[in-house]
């Protein structure tokens, strides 16, 4: 179970969030909002890549945390990109899968390019690919194993339709034994491949539904508000 509890962070003056709270234990949650929002600050706490200035972020009672994404319990696959390396994307998620502890990396480096479509990529380097084939490699490495959590900023940005909706049936997949929790802007994919929505708005609490408590046309306001 994820518990965020009263959630705050600001970045300096800067009051980021304020006063989250919401529980989710299993399948996709998408995390809706506009620009400043807020998202990308939820979901690093949420992943424990950082701290929250007031209240808490827990998976089954325990704090988020790095040593915790690195005992293999939470994959996350933020909006950076900045892979400008001379290794291929194999290499690269065999680091990625070294640095969780994760054991018979050639067999989960197999299964997730299978399960993403990334299979004719595994031995491209990654200075080489496009700015949707480096989204694609950071969404892999938080696939990585089987996670409890499974946190992605944007992951399907710059990613072409086909890939995309492959990317989503595959988290719809991941959501039946695991907790998701994906930002995005594709409203209309929020709406047709998620289990709920988190809607933030900015100096506003959080809104929890399901899917079904959200229109097209209200989602694309809200992000069009930024």
Known sequence: MLSVE???????????????????SRGVLAVIGGNGSGKTTL???????????????????????????????????????????????????GLCADLRGLSD????????????GLVKQLDERLANLSGGGRRKAMTAQALLGVSELIVLDEPTSEVDYTAS???????????????????THDVELALSSTDAILLLKKGQPAHLASVAAFTLGELSAEIGEG
Do not use: C, H, M
């Open 105 to 116: 990396r050639k067999t989960l480096i197999a299964a997730v390019a299978e399960e993403l």
């Open 165 to 183: 909706r492959k990317f989503w049936n595959a988290f719809r997949a991941r959501g039946k034994s695991s907790a998701l929790v994906i930002a």
């Open 43 to 93: 979901l690093r706490v949420i992943a424990g890549a950082a701290k929250p200035n007031e209240g808490r972020a827990s998976w089954n009672g325990e704090p988020t945390s790095r040593a915790v994404r690195q005992r293999g319990k939470i994959g996350y696959g933020p909006q950076e990109r900045n892979l400008d390396l001379a290794i291929t994307l194999r290499e690269f998620l």
């Open 6 to 24: 009263k959630l705050g962070r600001r970045e300096g003056r800067l009051q980021i969030l304020r006063d989250i709270s919401f529980e989710w």
